[in-house]
């Protein structure tokens, strides 16, 4: 494995666009994250229980999405270390049918950048199915 650069605050504009991505969400990894995040809770996993509480089908984990979607943001800068914040807002749920699973589309964008701190603020744009999945979800990195 090569060892990945690290991005510095000269390689960086306001409005530069990250790679965008598409990341697949089976019920497989539902399982994994269930054992490794310790949710468990019966709505990732079991379609009955996800109806009748009103869900369409099994969904995602908040969590799990959340965290793949910052990998673009990890991977554009180079090191998972340089991003000191990160937040969003659940807007809607990630539904992983058993055919097929989900696709999270992942576009981001630098929005700010600080010359003095030699931080940007990257937002990124998360849908799946066309649906916006994730709200004012922005990362701030620290760059060199």
């Known amino acids: 494995m090569s060892e990945q650069?690290?991005?510095?605050?000269?390689?960086?504009?306001?409005?530069?666009?990250?790679?965008?991505r598409s990341i697949p969400v089976t019920r497989a990894h539902?399982?994994?994250?269930?054992?490794a995040s310790g949710d468990r809770n019966v709505i990732h996993w079991d379609e009955r229980t996800a109806q009748a509480v009103g869900l369409p089908d099994v969904i995602?984990?908040?969590?799990?999405?959340?965290?793949?979607?910052?990998?673009v943001v990890t991977d554009w800068v180079g090191?998972?270390?340089?991003?000191?914040?990160?937040?969003?807002?659940?807007?809607?749920?990630?539904?992983?049918?058993?055919?097929?699973?989900?696709?999270?589309?992942?576009?981001?964008?630098v929005t700010t950048i600080d010359p003095e701190?030699?931080?940007?603020?990257?937002?990124?744009t998360v849908t799946c199915g066309g649906d916006k999945v994730l709200g004012r979800c922005r990362a701030v990195v620290q760059l060199d």
């Open 60 to 71: 995602a984990h908040g969590m799990l999405t959340m965290g793949a979607a910052v990998q």
């Open 30 to 35: 539902l399982v994994h994250y269930a054992g």
């Open 117 to 124: 701190s030699k931080q940007a603020t990257v937002e990124l």
């Open 79 to 109: 090191d998972a270390g340089r991003v000191i914040d990160y937040g969003t807002r659940f807007t809607k749920p990630v539904v992983v049918p058993h055919d097929g699973g989900a696709v999270l589309d992942v576009a981001g964008k």
């Open 5 to 20: 650069t690290v991005r510095q605050f000269s390689q960086v504009s306001e409005g530069e666009t990250l790679p965008e």
